[in-house]
């Protein structure tokens, strides 16, 4: 039995010390772990008056008050294991008990008082309320025989109850402070609507494999994965089924990548995968191949199945960089770089790399320029040609682009970089209104009377769903009408897309304007998707028309091209055109229209009138003589 301190309970500054010692002991009597009734017993024993031991009841999920607790106290002598729902007086004040009164209140277990048999004593049952409600019990024993409690004991133990109540509330707090701590700290460091670390916790972590790895000589490798065609799966279908892309790729990953110790999810479509502990650099190659054919796997989204597919982009430490940031960086320009180069393919960073991509970016900046001042982008005019008459019926419009230092750069350089840097709609508008203003000036001379417009179209004017307000504001500027216009989309947008998001072409279609089909039988085009697609032309792809001088296939595929076009109705155009002996063959094949150097190189505005003119001459001149044959210009 512990030693109790010299009894001057009956002595108001004695009292006054207890209240300070009792309160001190109470509110520091914690470890975090749980309310401390056991020590809070101890303080009881030692600070109020008359007390030789203590028992703790605490209320379950049942409600039933149960023994979990005691101090001074012999296990046969302890208060009732359990006390029932009701049972005990309800309040907030202790009462004053007998051995009676205690045994009346058990339930489930010996009425037998704390004491045991023939030692009568007096008990302080004393409630502790939280949020008016008795959360639970202490029961404070007085010395063997002693029938009361001295003076001052029961002023204590209600302080004590009150002072139990203010601690169990305050670890109340500490657990839903912690509790808010973690959740806080898990959105802080993780992506919501994965689950997996965002970026401030993948930058930690790879800084930890970084100077791990440093230390052990091994190499540590940063996997940057982009989807591809990600944000064509958000138009066609939407943001919760893209949402769900997401989620299942992300479990994908966690599922097949087991070697690797962080895939992380850093915003958009864009997801990163840090390899530690790495021997050989090839070992990071085939974990890269991992994590690609997991992205090209079909994923079963319940209402569709999507393919999509990755590029991906490695850097090697301690090869590529020595710190987080610059291997980041360093993967983030490889991921470019395999994007560049056709998509669905893994790149290592090299110097090389990083010098073509600093200068991409260079470049796109320049492009970024150009649209907003200046006129180093222009719009060059392809005259189209009717095989059978020779007379000029339209002209494609195509973007060209005159950098102030580089001189020309190709389309097949600068059109992507319209898509990579969000640029297609000014690109679109630029072009779009030159081509309509210098269309609208011919026609006001009586230059193109019959003749139609090519405008090409991009598949982000059509997922971003401006396409159809554009042509009506630039047509309304220039005074034309839709029917003037011949909207051109590659065979991989027109097959590609779902059906509704071809329906800016409906509607534009609808209003007057043709669609054609540009490089059609490059793809994987379905016949009976083309007997739905709202189109009007299809157009032959150059490398057919150069092949059918060949070994016969390229010769075959136009007969093909052809008979599709005579089946459905669809008026047949071939590109690149470049020889009479080409003109000849797709004339007899039933090809109604050609563009290429046959006839003419794309030109200025300003010089396809007297390029018109020249040839309209010629035309003449070769109708009353040879029987209208075209030439070169």
Request: hydrophobic content about 45%; some cysteine.
């Amino acid at each position: 039995m512990p030693e109790r301190p010299a009894d001057d309970r009956g002595d108001a500054p004695a009292f006054r010390r207890g209240v300070l010692a009792l309160t001190h002991a109470v509110l520091a009597a914690t470890d975090g772990s749980g309310v401390p009734y056991r020590r809070i017993l101890e303080e009881a024993t030692r600070h109020v008056p008359g007390v030789q031991g203590g028992s703790a009841l605490e209320r379950g999920v049942d409600d039933r008050y149960r023994l979990v607790a005691t101090w001074g106290v012999d296990p046969g002598d302890a208060a009732p294991l359990a006390i029932g729902p009701g049972a005990l007086p309800q309040g907030g004040m202790p009462l004053v008990l007998t051995d009676a009164d205690l045994a009346g209140f058990a339930t489930d277990s010996p009425a037998a008082a704390p004491g045991g048999a023939g030692r009568r004593r007096a008990h302080l049952l004393i409630p502790i309320v939280v949020e008016d409600d008795a959360i639970a019990y202490l029961l404070l024993h007085a010395c063997a025989g002693c029938e009361a409690f001295p003076p001052g004991a029961v002023e204590l133990g209600a302080l004590l109850g009150r002072l139990t109540g203010a601690l169990v509330q305050r670890l109340r707090l500490e657990v839903a402070l912690r509790a808010e701590r973690e959740k806080l700290d898990h959105l802080v460091h993780h992506d919501p609507l994965t689950g997996l670390p965002n970026r401030v916790l993948l930058m930690d972590r790879l800084r930890q494999a970084l100077a791990r790895d440093a230390r052990d000589g091994r190499v540590t490798g940063l996997l940057l994965l982009d989807l591809d065609g990600f944000q064509r799966v958000n138009d066609r279908h939407g943001h919760e089924v893209g949402d769900l892309l997401l989620a299942r790729l992300s479990d994908r990953l966690r599922e097949r990548m087991h070697d690797v110790d962080t895939v992380a999810h850093l915003g958009g479509d864009e997801f990163a995968l840090v390899a530690s502990g790495v021997e050989r650099i090839g070992d990071v190659r085939v974990l890269a191949q991992q994590a690609l054919a997991a992205s090209r796997t079909a994923f079963d989204l319940g209402t569709v199945d999507v393919h999509v597919g990755g590029s991906i982009g490695v850097a090697v430490a301690p090869h590529d960089a020595g710190d987080a940031e610059g291997l980041l960086r360093n993967a983030t320009l490889a991921m470019q770089r395999a994007k560049q180069r056709g998509r669905g393919e893994v790149t290592f960073y090299t110097a090389a790399v990083d010098v073509s991509m600093r200068e991409r970016g260079r470049l796109t900046d320049d492009l970024r320029d150009a649209l907003l001042i200046g006129h180093q982008v222009w719009v060059a005019f392809q005259p189209k040609v009717d095989l059978a008459t020779g007379a000029c019926v339209g002209a494609e419009a195509l973007a060209r682009w005159d950098h102030p230092d580089r001189g020309p750069v190709s389309p097949a350089v600068f059109a992507p970089m319209t898509e990579e840097a969000g640029m297609v709609h000014a690109l679109s508008a630029r072009v779009y209104d030159d081509a309509c203003a210098a269309f609208a000036d011919w026609r006001a001379r009586g230059l193109t009377a019959g003749w139609r417009l090519a405008l090409n179209v991009q598949p982000q004017q059509l997922a971003q769903g401006d396409l159809v307000a554009l042509v009506h504001a630039v047509l309304r500027r220039h005074g034309l009408d839709a029917s003037d216009l011949e909207l051109e989309v590659t065979e991989s947008i027109a097959f590609g897309d779902a059906e509704d998001a071809l329906e800016p072409l409906r509607i534009l279609r609808d209003a007057g304007a043709q669609v054609a089909i540009d490089d059609f039988g490059k793809g994987f085009s379905s016949l009976q998707r083309l007997t739905s697609l709202p189109i009007d032309t299809l157009k032959i792809d150059r490398s057919f028309v150069r092949a059918m001088g060949g070994s016969g296939r390229g010769a075959a595929v136009v007969d093909t091209i052809a008979a599709l076009a005579s089946a459905f109705g669809l008026g047949l155009v071939a590109e690149g055109v470049e020889t009479t002996a080409q003109a000849d063959a797709l004339r007899r094949r039933g090809c109604g229209v050609a563009q290429g150097f046959l006839y003419s190189r794309p030109l200025r505005a300003a010089d396809l009138p007297a390029w018109l003119e020249e040839h309209e001459l010629h035309r003449g001149t070769a109708s009353a003589t040879a029987g209208a044959r075209p030439r070169g210009a």
